[in-house]
């Protein structure tokens, strides 16, 4: 199904663009893309495309998007060229959302804007004569570009000269060029220009000339024609959300709510495969066609050279024979404290390396502040960490706290839960608990099963809980299901602290490795927490050094109101 996203600027409609396909992969299992200022798949238990990771290659027609956007930004005051730089943008993209749809079997795909609707919506922001085009008008250059029918004289006089755009739609027809089309399904962001303009001055970015208030009434009652001109030759109704007063996590719920009768059947067949991490995760040689010809040797000095080490060295043999297990990870945090080798400096400088020791850092640092706070607030504070590993990131800053005031440690309680394959996390972390004095337990076993949660449950609610370092692995709709039933179990006021991935070089070479994950942009994994009932998008990713790792300390959406409000 293609969907496109209309609506004015700052309407919400490149952010809903983004946050509906990985909310639709989550919530219904299935596989579902973007194309917008960047171009994503995301299926319900491993992406398959996003910046910087492309295993299956990536089409012209998005790389000429991306570069024909650019050159628009730039040329944004310049009525001439601006127009025409803005339509090759949409038609290159509406071509690249259907190649990669097609190549991912995608059964969605979103796109920001489309190249006929969003034309119509625009071009008279460019246009000298103030007779403006109808809905008949547009009907008709509609039928004109897709159908090859007539225009009448009057239709022709109130519309921007279409004659060269029907050929060339025409001609890229004939060759395969799969630019220029209706979706199947549209939705309309409503908001007033005035309130677009106040959003757009918020953001402390530059203004494009055409984001003034005239054009942006013009844009919207053209777009308001346009669908109204794509109602009756579809033959089906588009989805009008009125984006005043609402908050985008409100939006994207119309916006689920409106597809999911109508994307029902692919979210069934879905639901008949087994999700999950594939059986030969770690079992495929690297040495393949695919992993030197296609990755290795294009992204050789992105640091995939690093790689090459890993069966060289004490923490990558240990990797390789593990995986990222528990062990794997504390060897990562500690870096042999600054004792390593050569070849070990090479595993730990290794992109994911970095951003994993990096995001331990941030963790402990904000961690300290929010116990602090409440164990300044409340008599207890229990503190929930699934999966937990070794702790590094509750236990360093609980240590620091500790040691200023020993007896807070008995108005600490504090539960983990992992999976321990090892057995090696429960007596260590009982042990770490009992010397600082503080009240723990630890529960084995998996953290969607409803035994463990019933278990977890029994030492809630929680004033702090963590969820960090699995949002990669572990499959969207399981991922959504933690997060949801985790807020059932917390705190009126309490946080979540949480993190996500992005792609970058690890991940084609994960890909080929065999492991199946999912990697999120901010906006990407904001959103899914705002749909798991989070106050997501208030909250503010801090990212590492190299921006691959984000960490979030949020509360849920009726906690953030009430805060708001004033009656905490």
């Known amino acids: 199904m293609k969907i496109a996203v209309l609506g004015i600027d700052g309407s919400g409609k490149s952010s809903l663009s983004q946050a509906l396909p990985v909310v639709l992969a989550a919530e219904l299992g299935i596989v579902a893309g973007s194309a917008g200022d960047d171009f994503w798949v995301f299926g319900p238990d491993q992406d398959h495309l996003a910046p910087n990771f492309h295993p299956r290659g990536f089409p012209i027609a998005a790389r000429l998007a991306k570069a024909a956007r650019g050159w628009a930004k730039r040329r944004s005051a310049n009525h001439r060229l601006y127009p025409y730089l803005k339509l090759a943008q949409m038609l290159?993209?509406?071509?690249?959302?259907?190649?990669?749809?097609?190549?991912?079997?995608?059964?969605?795909?979103?796109?920001?804007?489309?190249?006929?609707?969003?034309?119509?919506?625009?071009?008279?922001?460019?246009?000298?004569?103030?007779?403006?085009?109808?809905?008949?008008?547009i009907e008709a250059a509609y039928r004109h570009l897709l159908e090859n029918q007539g225009l009448g004289a009057e239709a022709a006089g109130r519309l921007p000269a279409l004659g060269a755009a029907a050929r060339v739609s025409r001609w890229l027809r004939r060759i395969g060029f799969d630019g220029v089309w209706l979706p199947e399904a549209v939705i309309f962001l409503d908001l007033a220009p005035a309130a677009a303009l106040q959003r757009i001055g918020s953001r402390g970015q530059q203004i494009d000339a055409h984001e003034?208030?005239?054009?942006?009434?013009?844009?919207?009652?053209?777009?308001?024609?346009?669908?109204?001109?794509?109602?009756?030759?579809?033959?089906?109704?588009?989805?009008?959300?009125?984006?005043?007063?609402?908050?985008?996590?409100?939006?994207?719920?119309?916006?689920?709510?409106?597809?999911?009768?109508?994307?029902?059947?692919?979210?069934?067949?879905?639901?008949?495969?087994?999700?999950?991490?594939?059986?030969?995760?770690?079992?495929?040689?690297a040495l393949n066609p695919g992993y030197l010809f296609r990755y290795l040797l294009p992204r050789f000095f992105k640091s995939a050279w690093r790689e090459l080490t890993f069966?060289?060295?004490?923490?990558?043999?240990?990797?390789?024979?593990?995986?990222?297990?528990?062990?794997?990870?504390?060897?990562?945090?500690?870096?042999?404290?600054?004792?390593?080798?050569?070849?070990?400096?090479?595993?730990?400088?290794?992109?994911?390396h970095r951003a994993v020791y990096d995001r331990l850092q941030i963790l402990t640092r904000r961690l300290q502040p929010e116990l602090?706070?409440?164990?300044?607030?409340?008599?207890?504070?229990?503190?929930?960490?699934?999966?937990?590993?070794?702790?590094?990131?509750?236990?360093?800053?609980?240590?620091?706290?500790?040691?200023?005031?020993?007896?807070?440690?008995?108005?600490?309680?504090?539960?983990?839960a992992?999976?321990?394959?090892?057995?090696?996390?429960?007596?260590?972390?009982?042990?770490?608990?009992?010397?600082?004095?503080?009240?723990?337990?630890?529960?084995?076993?998996?953290?969607?099963?409803?035994?463990?949660?019933?278990?977890?449950?029994?030492g809630g609610p929680y004033d702090i809980a963590l969820y960090v370092g699995l949002s990669s692995w572990l499959p969207k709709p399981q991922t959504v299901s933690h997060l949801r039933w985790l807020r059932g179990h917390l705190a009126r006021d309490a946080a979540l602290v949480t993190d996500c991935f992005s792609a970058d070089t690890y991940a084609e070479g994960g890909r080929y490795a065999g492991y199946r994950a999912s990697y999120y942009s901010p906006t990407a994994y904001q959103a899914l927490l705002e749909w798991c009932g989070y106050a997501g998008w208030e909250a503010a990713a801090e990212s590492g050094r190299d921006r691959i790792n984000h960490v979030f300390v949020i509360r849920s959406r009726a906690a953030q109101r009430a805060k708001r409000a004033g009656t905490e």
């Open 92 to 137: 290159f993209q509406d071509d690249a959302a259907v190649s990669i749809g097609k190549r991912y079997r995608a059964a969605a795909m979103v796109s920001d804007g489309n190249l006929i609707l969003s034309a119509t919506g625009r071009a008279g922001n460019y246009r000298q004569k103030r007779e403006r085009a109808t809905v008949d008008d």
């Open 212 to 285: 003034n208030l005239a054009d942006m009434t013009h844009a919207r009652e053209s777009y308001v024609k346009a669908l109204a001109a794509y109602e009756r030759i579809a033959n089906r109704p588009g989805c009008v959300i009125d984006a005043t007063g609402k908050d985008p996590g409100q939006i994207l719920r119309e916006a689920v709510d409106f597809l999911r009768p109508q994307l029902g059947a692919a979210a069934e067949a879905a639901r008949q495969k087994v999700l999950g991490t594939s059986p030969e995760a770690g079992a495929r040689t």
């Open 311 to 352: 069966p060289v060295s004490a923490p990558g043999r240990m990797l390789l024979r593990e995986g990222y297990s528990a062990g794997v990870m504390r060897v990562i945090y500690e870096q042999y404290q600054g004792r390593s080798s050569a070849l070990e400096q090479v595993f730990f400088g290794y992109p994911l």
């Open 372 to 416: 602090e706070a409440r164990l300044a607030r409340h008599q207890t504070v229990r503190i929930f960490s699934a999966p937990s590993g070794f702790a590094y990131d509750l236990f360093r800053p609980l240590e620091r706290i500790l040691e200023e005031d020993p007896g807070a440690a008995r108005r600490i309680q504090l539960v983990t």
């Open 418 to 458: 992992d999976l321990d394959p090892h057995g090696v996390l429960a007596p260590e972390l009982t042990a770490r608990a009992r010397k600082l004095g503080i009240n723990f337990r630890i529960i084995l076993g998996d953290i969607t099963a409803d035994a463990t949660r019933r278990e977890i449950a029994m």
